[in-house]
């Protein structure tokens, strides 16, 4: 038999998986689980006083416009959110510059593209200059978005680079065989189930892939030559794909300087002509106590220790589908 207060845990945590939203409410302490991704983004400033304004965008994570499902709610994807800010600042004459926060070891070959596209558009619609502050990562995709900025910094400690291609497709053929499992498929054309996970590629179907993915390579290596004008011997080194320290991307052009957040903020300033007192503004949808250019986070998440359904597991191990992506493997779990 189960104690009463088994019972009582066990019931509280149903509780929480069976309500998307729980606000306990003590005293006049209100502590809501989950995100409040639904309510809409609002402008804070992070700091400075002085005229116009430099809009802090974050792209972090895995980026991807299919948005994430959690236990206790959803969450917007990265092209979404992006997205949605750049169609507020085109509404507001008062921001002056951007400045892209990137952290992401990329993600899906089209999210990335859409959000190179949005943040381009912006920037001819507006005339706004854009700089592209690189963080912990900003690899494959990542870098991929800060090809739209004017400037790039890079920060001392930052991995970037991995200027690629690569296809993920999971295979239980071998598994199948051990089980004793077999898939049967009627097919209209010969290569209708091309990628199958229940057979091994075809040396022909191995040949189409790797077209496809020196298209989509060819892609991203014209967009570096078209923004980096990098000399031949640069663009031969970045086309095996690798990562780069940030002095080391310095050295072949794909940064124009190091330095920090702060360093990249003085550079919008100066681009649009700023004061150095210029404000420094976030669009976001949760007032913050103690604010700082620091925290880009744009919602209110619940802390770990409350945490008690969902884990975060998602942003650990992501679920990758069937497809090309401009991503560098072990860069998913970083942020």
Known sequence: MKSGAQ?????????????????????????????????????????????????????????????????????????????????L?????????????????GGSTTGADMLYHEIMEFKELTHVPIVAALMDVAASGGYYVALAADRIVAHPTTVTGSIGVVLVRPMVVGLMDKIGVAVEVTKSGLDKDIGSPFRPSTPEERKIFQDQIDRLAMRFFDLVAKHRKLDPDSLAAVSS????????????????????????LSEARSLAGLPDDAKAVIYRRTKYPNDNLYNTSTSWNAPSGLSLVDLGLRELVPTLSPGFYYLWMPGLADK
């Open 89 to 105: 600042a085109r509404k507001n004459p008062d921001i002056k510059a951007l400045l892209l926060e990137i952290n992401s070891p």
């Open 7 to 87: 019972r009582r845990l066990l019931f509280f945590l149903l509780s929480l998986m069976a309500v998307p939203l729980l606000a306990v409410s003590c005293s006049g302490l209100s502590i809501k689980i989950g995100t409040n991704a639904e309510e809409p983004l609002k402008e804070y400033t992070l700091e400075g006083k002085g005229k116009g304004k430099v809009l802090v965008i974050p792209v972090k994570g895995f980026l991807s416009d299919v948005a994430e499902k959690g236990l206790l709610s959803d969450h917007p994807s990265a092209v979404q959110e992006v997205v949605s800010q750049l169609r």
């Open 241 to 264: 794909a690798r990562i780069y320290l940030s002095e080391d991307a310095l050295r072949l052009g794909l940064v124009d300087r190091i330095g920090y957040l702060t360093d990249a």
